[in-house]
């Protein structure tokens, strides 16, 4: 069954992935089942997507109740659920507006255009560089990659956008060094996930936030997999003792429903009027009503307590198996987004998980990314830690 879906997807399908040779045909809490009827351990979410599991109940409820009603008016309309969600977001963080998107990368985009058009309208032309970080992922599209450091998502895109320059993570020095008369923004993640799961020192992060606000620069802050509990907090960023200016959101923000969106505060969300940014689809009824069932439960369920209990009980696992295997070079993260940077090859590591049922990922060759659903628990992980086991014994450090 799976070899013949496979082989329909080779031929229909734009060729932009490396497929797990799966079929998933449904999903239950952290297990995924493809269509021979073999389940799977998740440990990638979607890559930290599904943060309350599969089709959890309260996020498939909300989107029903609401597709039996409305689907779409466009934002020319005031739409009750957009409103809903933009409330609940910002009374439970650090901003004054929301503006609504699909993905992570028309966040950031939207963050990019927010924060050059406040300068304008502040400082005038000649104020639109945006500082970005080496390791770092932001998007797909040209401007997110422009500012993404990472030249191999360059490769056969030039010329990319002007105005953006990169500084080594965590080096405020090399930061400080290159905030300019040039600069209206950073842009930054707390860790980067993409990058190899490199978490940000907290006394660097608290720097940048001085140093944004002497030289009144715009702190953003791409949370699009770190926030919505991932770090055992709402946000990431209360993790470091700091607010931004603007945060950017996708990802686990629907349950795996497509919405993004960004979080600014009131002086800086006001440089956007009508006119000046826009999605059609941004902020729909459906979108919307995934957010508040999304965001509801995470905030009412216990979901971020048990991140943080579960998260150590991981890390102290993974720990463990680092001391006993010389193939675990190092484990490093935050809450339940974790790397396991080991001495070889990534891929053919992830390949002996899936042969034992468990679905993970490798990102910068060597740094195996586990990002499970938030909801998991001792049991579910006392099977990935025997199994990991396994899978660690049969390799050659």
């Known amino acids: 069954m799976q070899e013949k879906w496979i082989e329909k997807g080779n031929k229909y399908l734009a060729n932009t992935y490396t497929r797990f040779p799966i079929v998933a045909t449904k999903g239950e809490g952290c297990w995924l089942f493809d269509t021979d009827g073999r389940r799977y351990l998740d440990f990638l979410s979607g890559i930290a997507v599904c943060n309350l599991g599969h089709a959890p109940k309260s996020v498939v409820e909300s989107l029903t109740h609401q597709a039996e009603r409305l689907f779409h008016v466009s934002n020319l309309f005031h739409i009750e659920q957009q409103i809903r969600a933009a409330e609940l977001l910002v009374e439970n963080s650090f901003g004054d507006k929301v503006f609504f998107c699909n993905s992570g990368a028309e966040a950031n985009e939207a963050a990019?255009?927010?924060?050059?058009?406040?300068?304008?309208?502040?400082?005038?032309?000649?104020?639109?560089?945006?500082?970005?970080?080496?390791?770092?992922?932001?998007?797909?599209?040209?401007?997110?990659?422009?500012?993404?450091?990472?030249?191999?998502?360059?490769?056969?895109?030039?010329?990319?956008?002007?105005?953006?320059?990169?500084?080594?993570?965590?080096?405020?020095?090399?930061?400080?060094?290159?905030?300019?008369?040039?600069?209206?923004?950073i842009v930054m993640e707390l860790i980067q996930s993409e990058g190899g799961v490199n978490v940000a020192n907290k006394e660097y992060v608290k720097r940048i936030r001085r140093l944004a606000e002497e030289r009144d620069v715009l702190l953003i802050l791409d949370e699009v997999q770190t926030a919505m509990g991932r770090t055992g907090t709402l946000f990431g960023y209360e993790q470091f003792g700091i607010e931004p200016d603007i945060v950017s959101l996708a990802k686990a923000l629907g349950s795996g429903f497509p919405v993004g969106a960004i979080i600014a505060k009131e002086q800086v969300a006001a440089a956007f009027e009508p006119g000046t940014h826009a999605s059609t689809f941004g902020g729909n009824a459906l979108a919307s009503a995934a957010v508040v069932a999304t965001v509801n439960t995470i905030l009412g369920e216990g979901v971020l307590a048990n991140c943080q209990k579960m998260g150590k009980y991981l890390f102290d696992g993974l720990m463990a198996l680092k001391r006993k295997f010389p193939l675990i070079v190092d484990v490093r993260g935050m809450g339940l987004l974790l790397g396991v940077e080991v001495s070889s090859e990534g891929d053919p590591v992830v390949k002996e998980f899936l042969k034992e049922g468990v679905i993970l990922y490798a990102t910068k060759g060597n740094v195996l990314r586990l990002l499970p659903p938030l909801i998991i628990g001792k049991e579910e992980i006392d099977i990935f830690l025997d199994i990991a086991t396994q899978v660690f014994e049969r390799q050659k450090p």
């Open 112 to 185: 990019f255009k927010l924060a050059r058009r406040y300068s304008w309208k502040k400082y005038g032309e000649g104020r639109n560089e945006i500082i970005a970080m080496e390791n770092s992922f932001h998007g797909r599209t040209m401007a997110t990659l422009s500012a993404t450091g990472q030249g191999k998502f360059h490769v056969g895109f030039a010329p990319l956008l002007e105005g953006y320059t990169f500084v080594p993570f965590n080096d405020g020095a090399a930061l400080e060094k290159a905030v300019s008369e040039k600069t209206c923004a």
